[in-house]
């Protein structure tokens, strides 16, 4: 933070009506030791809870929780983005001060702020948490503020959507799990549900009665899993005399000021989130609280209320002294998103909230009156111009306090993108920035070349990508995008263009996209471009550019160093690289260091298929063929066959198999192996291999024949294309 940024926080603070700070003492250490348990809905809209006045969704749990405590009606969130939103909450410090401004490119400093778990954790509690969603993993910074963190989430290259969160209620068994091994210890858990963020899948019996609106589908389906959490809580005897409290981490657009998601814009519909606190014994239950509350405050609220240390010069303040009437000055809640800024080269957005005026500092300013118009439909700075002008000099004040993205590796940005968030650094411009409202269509696009990605459908992305970078050639996700999906449509020299451009439009990718840029040219066979750009992905990535400078090795036939980087690959023990044990079993086995070689590609195997873990292609065929070159031909055999199940279209399982075959002389079983290796995978590359395999074999006329179906399949396919 720069001096002049220094100077200002404690005047901003002032600014932001907290003169409740020394009445705390009011509620201090009145709840001592009690349980106390913070749970967030991502992508909680309030406007869609019975508890807010809608009639839209049944929510019994969230409405017994209301019932027994205190209903914040103006809640805000101080930013529209998971990873941010959470942070405000666990350091009681708005996002210019903890430095986490987007999901990507920033990390939680553990040791910048006081934390919530910390300091908890000083007070003598045990700490846990249970997280849904890739967004919140661990080394975020998060995982560090807490003695247990469970965010069982295995994810891996080009992993589909339901990798990169869990249902609610695995994370709630997680959650109650670490409870039942705390004992008589006070205990703090916090506890994240990734429903209703987008995709919207509800399970039935919501998906049925929500047909017409999924996203409230996916609410009734959280409230669900809260019903049970809560039951386990009564069976406990925890929930009476818990300290509970419930909140949405930010809204949903939904189309209101024409985003569908979040993370743009700054409106209402994504800063007005529920939040209720229960309180032990139910004290001042049903009571509600209309003067605006904010993230920030839950921080002071728990700590004030067991009575551990809280912080000085805090921008938040206790909850429980708001509900009480024990703050003195108009308060005014600060949100921004740098989102727009970072991803897209738009212009950032700021705004301040107060208990009528809602006032948001863009290209085009925008003031709108939050209780007569709670959607705001109407912007009235032309009509309120002193209004406007006093909020838009006090957010003047507020610094900026723009920190740069740090680089992230390839698989972050595609996990992200794979949730719906746009990931790349912005090019940077001159001259005036665009205002996000007026350009929010070109998001919907670029969001939509994600779904058809997820939905495997690689041309039509593609062809959505060309569109996008006609109108908006800046776009480096888009770029991205489009590299991935070519790709996987086997165009590799097309793949490599883009990535180069994305690296040209926005150099300072140069580092998160240099493994990509690896793969495709060892693909490709260029081994020294390969080598070179995989050392230049040390800095983000070491794991992934040991194991291509790994496959370098091996394609030049230098198999001790191959070794060595295959073992720089493989990670600890206890969390090693599967892909990377892989290639270490077959690199040993290529050495006759068999019985080296199998206790690798047994762990390998054996971490592949732990609970919850992805399979990962040639680990069976790679033991297997170790298991044949040892002579132990029929445990081989099983091996190549779990692949084939596995991994269906994939081709080296089958050659093995068919080479096993021939090796045991069961000629008549060769034939029917290739062919099931063609029909699960039908291009003419495929048929090549079987003509190759039969002609190695010694089997002429079946090379032949495959060779020439093979040659009319690439006829026929080169006839679609023109």
């Known amino acids: 933070m720069n001096r002049l940024a220094r100077g200002l926080v404690p005047l901003v603070t002032a600014v932001f009506l907290l003169t409740g700070c020394r009445h705390r003492e009011s509620s201090a250490g009145q709840f001592a030791n009690a349980p106390v348990i913070l749970i967030t809905i991502d992508t909680l809209r309030a406007d869609h809870l019975s508890v807010y006045g809608a009639k839209l969704v049944d929510t019994p749990a969230i409405d017994r929780l209301a019932a027994d405590g205190i209903a914040f009606e103006n809640a805000y969130a101080h930013v529209p983005l998971t990873f941010p939103s959470h942070a405000t909450m666990l350091t009681g410090r708005l996002p210019y001060e903890n430095g986490v401004r987007s999901n990507i490119g920033y990390t939680l400093d553990p040791n910048a702020h006081p934390t919530l778990p910390r300091l908890l954790s000083e007070h003598g509690y045990a700490t846990g948490a249970a997280v849904s969603a890739y967004v919140l993993r661990r080394d975020t910074g998060l995982g560090s503020l807490f003695d247990f963190y469970d965010d069982s989430m295995e994810v891996w290259e080009s992993a589909t959507l339901g990798a990169l969160q869990r249902r609610g209620d695995e994370t709630v068994r997680a959650g109650l799990g670490w409870i039942d091994k705390v004992n008589a210890r006070p205990f703090f858990l916090f506890l994240h549900l990734f429903e209703p963020h987008s995709p919207y899948e509800p399970v039935e019996p919501f998906r049925s009665k929500y047909a017409a609106s999924p996203y409230d589908g996916e609410i009734a389906t959280a409230d669900a899993i809260l019903g049970r959490f809560f039951a386990d809580l009564d069976k406990r005897g925890l929930y009476d005399k818990s300290l509970i409290i419930l909140a949405g981490d930010h809204g949903e657009g939904l189309g209101d000021h024409g985003e569908a998601e979040h993370g743009v814009l700054l409106y209402r519909e994504v800063l007005h989130v529920p939040l209720i606190v229960k309180l032990p014994g139910r004290q001042l239950a049903g009571k509600r609280v209309a003067a605006p509350a904010q993230l920030v405050d839950i921080l002071p609220t728990i700590t004030s209320a067991v009575g551990s240390r809280v912080p000085d010069g805090l921008p938040g303040m206790s909850l429980i002294d708001l509900a009480e009437g024990r703050a003195r000055s108009e308060r005014k809640v600060y949100s921004e998103t740098l989102y727009p800024r970072l991803h897209l080269g738009w212009s950032q957005l700021r705004s301040f909230t107060d208990s009528r005026n809602h006032y948001i500092e863009s ?70 920035l665009r205002n996000p409202r007026d350009h929010i269509n070109v998001l919907a696009r670029v969001q939509q070349t994600f779904v058809l990605n997820q939905q495997k459908r690689y041309s039509e992305s593609v062809a959505l990508c060309r569109e996008i970078l006609r109108d908006e050639p800046d776009l480096v996700d888009v770029y991205m995008q489009m590299a991935g999906d070519l790709r996987r449509l086997g165009r590799l020299p097309e793949a490599l263009e883009a990535y180069r451009e994305a690296i040209r439009r926005s150099p300072q990718l140069v580092d998160s996209v240099a493994i990509e840029i690896a793969n495709v040219e060892l693909d490709l066979g260029d081994l020294k471009a390969a080598e070179l750009n995989a050392q230049q992905a040390m800095k983000t990535d070491p794991a992934t550019a040991h194991l291509v400078l790994a496959a370098v090795a091996e394609a030049r036939s230098d198999l001790p160093s191959a070794e060595r980087e295959a073992r720089l690959a493989a990670g600890p023990e206890d969390q090693p690289n599967v892909p990377a044990l892989v290639m270490l079993a077959r690199i040993l086995a290529s050495q006759q260091k068999l019985n080296e070689a199998l206790p690798v590609a047994n762990r390998a195997v054996a971490h592949a298929g732990e609970e919850g873990a992805h399979p990962v292609a040639t680990a069976f065929s790679t033991r297997g063929d170790i298991l044949a070159r040892m002579g132990r031909t029929a445990e081989a055999e099983a091996d190549f066959r779990k692949e084939i199940e596995r991994f269906p279209d994939s081709t080296e399982a089958y050659v093995r198999l068919a080479l096993l075959f021939a090796s045991e002389h069961r000629f008549a079983e060769i034939g029917p192996a290739l062919e099931a290796m063609v029909k699960a995978s039908p291009k003419p590359a495929t048929y090549f291999l079987a003509a190759r395999e039969m002609k190695d074999l010694g089997n002429e006329a079946g090379a032949r024949a495959f060779r020439s179906r093979g040659e009319q399949l690439a006829v026929e396919l080169q006839k679609r294309k023109q």
């Open 363 to 432: 290209p085009a300013p925008e003031l709108f009156d939050v209780v007569a118009d709670p959607r705001e439909t109407r912007n009235l700075r032309a009509e309120r111009r002193r209004d406007a002008n006093a909020l838009a000099g006090e957010l003047s004040k507020v610094p900026l306090n723009l920190q740069a993205q740090k680089a992230a590796n390839s698989e972050e940005m595609a996990r992200l993108s794979a949730l719906g968030y746009l990931s790349g650094a912005a090019v940077h411009t001159t001259g005036p």
